[in-house]
């Protein structure tokens, strides 16, 4: 049964302290998206990539937030330096690129909270 | 104005209940469209695809209505086990995969 997988599921943190989320998306599947889901804000999207390039971190604040892939099995988001207001689930989805009507599948999440 | 909102709810309904929800979205330029469920403090999962000529899956019922930019679930005979929230999600073609999400409305059902 495939699926995507988070570490770590829960994080707490000081503010200031970096923060590191990892995904591992289906494999196979050559599209990665971050998102961030609030009370407040619903889920947002933070960045997107395809075949491992960036295609879109518009929704990422860029002085503090930064998302890579390193390799196709490896997708990550970091937070430096965190801040209170960055306190929210973070999720990682997959998906096979170029098919406008594919499922997303997304991972369990990373719960993270910034005191 | 959000791209695609939703009433946050909560539907409170009896089991056995018909409810409907409804999700508007701005851009006359989105393509595909769908409709996830989340439980509670889990992830978002796909409940069903929007077709513009509707699409049944059971007892959900999904309808696009691209002249007044909306669509809708209904669920008939509600169950327990759909107490969920409901989130609707928007494709814009060019944009690839994409999805711009609503924030969701929330269904209690209730013995």
């Known amino acids: 049964d495939a699926r995507v997988t988070q570490t770590p599921r829960h994080k707490v943190t000081e503010m200031g302290q970096e923060v590191t989320m990892r995904c591992q998306p289906i494999?196979?599947?050559?599209?990665v998206f971050w998102y961030r889901q609030t009370m407040m804000q619903g889920l947002e999207l933070l960045a997107y990539?395809?075949?491992?390039?960036?295609?879109?971190d518009s929704g990422m604040p860029k002085d503090r937030f930064s998302a890579e892939m390193p390799d196709a099995t490896l997708a990550t988001l970091k937070i430096q330096p965190s801040e209170p207001r960055d306190s929210a689930v973070y999720f990682c989805a997959s998906v096979t690129g170029g098919l406008a009507g594919a499922e997303q599948y997304f991972g369990p999440g990373t719960r993270l909270t910034v005191t | 104005r959000k791209e695609v909102e939703q009433d946050p709810g909560p539907f409170n309904v009896p089991e056995g209940a018909t409810v409907a929800f409804n999700c508007t979205y701005s851009n006359s330029a989105s393509q595909s469209f769908f409709w996830y469920r989340q439980d509670c403090r889990k992830e978002p999962k796909l409940l069903m695809s929007?077709?513009?000529s509707g699409n049944e899956d059971g007892r959900f019922t999904a309808q696009l209505n691209r002249a007044s930019q909306y669509i809708s679930l209904l669920i008939r005979d509600s169950k327990l086990s759909d107490s969920a929230t409901y989130l609707c999600a928007v494709n814009i073609e060019r944009a690839g995969n994409m999805l711009t999400f609503g924030g969701g409305t929330r269904l209690m059902v209730k013995p």
């Open positions: 990539f395809r075949n491992r390039a960036p295609l879109d």
């Open positions: 494999l196979g599947h050559n599209t």
């Open positions: 929007v077709y513009s």
